[in-house]
């Protein structure tokens, strides 16, 4: 049997061909792996950064586009889809169909920017317009853009972004007319205002700022304050200071060199980047306040003047009035001893005390100068009295007496009287009117005073009625009788001193019309009243309260 192969034992020769082989193999098995693990990183990697680009545009909520400019092919992203409304998927459309659904009165703008970028003029391509979304509004966008261009600068390639700007522009548009408000209260204000910034420049000049400083608007903005603002009376930039300084200036008066007075209250804007100043124009009111202290001042003097003046006219009255109180009861004092000596002895004649007289016509001579001495006599009475009060120099003497006795006397005195005039009197005295506190003296005046008037006003045939009685409060002394009456001016007319009713029947006795006024005062100092009811042609009736109080109770 024959046998194939070598005989011994050793294995066959091999070449090194295949060995090569198997070691560029596996070669090239490494670099695929680590193509493959390369590929990988740089696709993990384009990954990631597509979602950081994707988170980026979503923050400010902005979409992506590529435009070719020679095919009018359109790439919109998801997230522009999505701002618009149409659905998050990218889709393709044309330049052509996006223009329809830009805003007609924008399309315009729109393309003749892009044209501009197109053709190099500028060298970003930046707009702001309005597109429709899938609901119909429209709302603002702001597309960036930037061609990529060829060897030949032919654009080929245009990316960029469009974000949604409609609430910043909705913002704006409020914000424009919150300025246009401001702006017409600035313009139609009749207050200067002005506004000066952190360097000292004027950002604000209002109408009312160009009437008073004389120079337009115009001129004067991002001009330094110093060169417009031009006042004497203080110092405007050492305002200014107060002001940056935190502080509010109000009420500041200031001159312009025109002369206008301004009063400026100043104070920092809300963001700190300005002064704001107001003035009103106070000229007519600083000249009116220096007119009315000349006035005043005028109006002093002339106070003054006129003060003096009466001081003086009040010290010649007084003088003047002391000098007739003098001579009143001088001559008072000198009239009445002669009269008492000759009411005295004519008295002596008339009652026969040295004997009777011969011839019946000197007894009524006598008779005459005793009633006309008498008369005189009371009189003289009645005006030294009131020149006694006039001058303070009266004082009531106040005691315990009885009421009903003094009535009595005084009017017998004056029976004869209402006899002569035919005149019926009666008295009406109420029972218990005790002891009173009075002046005797003068409460008889009174009595005599009211009586007196009333036979005097009472025709022949009247009656004359008093009344004394008491209450707890008060003593009440009225007369009434049925003369001639009074009406209210000539009440009030009998109370004034020296005047007397203008009466034929009051004429038939000459007086001083004193009798009434020094019964209200001898009233009034006993701490009383007097009230006088009167109608013409009925008579009068004539009450006098006085304090009743007894004598124990005035001594306590």
């Known amino acids: 049997m024959s046998q194939c192969g070598p005989r011994h034992g050793k294995p066959p020769r091999t070449t090194g061909a295949p060995s090569r082989a198997i070691t560029r193999l596996r070669d090239r098995v490494s670099q695929l792996e680590q193509a493959r693990a390369e590929l990988q990183a740089a696709k993990t990697a384009l990954q990631e950064s597509e979602e950081r680009y994707a988170l980026a545009m979503r923050g400010p909520n902005e979409g992506l586009w590529d435009w070719n400019p020679v095919t009018k092919e359109l790439y919109l992203s998801a997230r522009l889809l999505t701002i618009l409304g149409f659905g998050s998927d990218n889709v393709r459309t044309t330049s052509n169909e996006w223009l329809e659904i830009v805003h007609p009165e924008d399309r315009g703008r729109y393309q003749s920017d892009l044209v501009r970028h197109l053709k190099g003029l500028d060298e970003h391509f930046e707009c702001e317009y309005r597109v429709r979304d899938q609901a119909g509004t429209y709302r603002w966008m702001q597309a960036r853009g930037l061609a990529v261009r060829g060897a030949n600068g032919v654009a080929t390639r245009m990316v960029g972004s469009i974000g949604d700007i409609t609430e910043r522009k909705q913002r704006e548009s409020i914000l424009r007319a919150s300025e246009a408000r401001f702006r017409s209260l600035v313009e139609a204000a009749a207050s200067v205002i002005v506004v000066i910034d952190g360097a000292g420049l004027l950002r604000e000049f209002n109408r009312e700022a160009e009437r008073v400083f004389n120079v337009r608007r115009d001129v004067v903005v991002d001009q330094p304050w110093n060169n417009v603002l031009t006042m004497t009376g203080g110092n405007f930039g050492a305002l200014l200071a107060t002001v940056r300084c935190g502080h509010s200036v109000r009420e500041q008066e200031l001159t312009t060199a025109e002369g206008t007075v301004l009063s400026w209250n100043l104070a920092l804007l809300d963001d700190g980047a300005g002064i704001i100043g107001v003035a009103q124009d106070v000229t007519r009111r600083h000249w009116a306040e220096k007119s009315l202290g000349y006035v005043n001042e005028s109006l002093e003097r002339r106070v003054a003047e006129r003060t003096r003046e009466l001081d003086r ?244």
């Open 313 to 556: 006219a009040r010290e010649e009255a007084e003088q003047a009035s002391k000098a007739k109180s003098d001579f009143v009861a001088n001559m008072s004092h000198e009239l009445r001893t002669p009269l008492n000596a000759i009411i005295g002895f004519s008295d002596v004649m008339r009652l026969g005390v040295m004997g009777p007289l011969d011839n019946s016509h000197y007894t009524d001579y006598v008779e005459a100068i005793w009633d006309s001495g008498t008369h005189l006599l009371s009189l003289i009475n009645d005006i030294l009295d009131m020149a006694k009060i006039e001058a303070g120099e009266f004082a009531l003497r106040r005691e315990p007496v009885n009421p009903v006795t003094i009535l009595h006397s005084a009017c017998r005195l004056v029976r004869d009287k209402a006899r002569a005039h035919e005149v019926t009197m009666k008295l009406a005295v109420h029972d218990d009117i005790g002891t009173v506190e009075l002046d005797p003296l003068r409460f008889r005046q009174i009595i005599l005073n009211l009586t007196s008037n009333a036979l005097k006003f009472t025709p022949a045939g009247g009656e004359v009625e008093v009344v004394l009685r008491r209450d707890e409060d008060f003593l009440h002394l009225s007369i009434a009788d049925s003369g001639i009456g009074m009406t209210p001016d000539e009440i009030a007319r009998a109370m004034r001193p020296f005047v007397q009713v203008d009466s034929s029947l009051a004429r038939r006795f000459q007086g001083t019309g004193l009798g009434l006024p020094l019964t209200q005062k001898f009233v009034d100092m006993h701490g009383g009243t007097l009230s006088i009811e009167s109608c013409p042609g009925t008579g009068t009736k004539v009450t006098v309260m006085l304090p009743a109080a007894d004598s124990s109770i005035v001594a306590r």
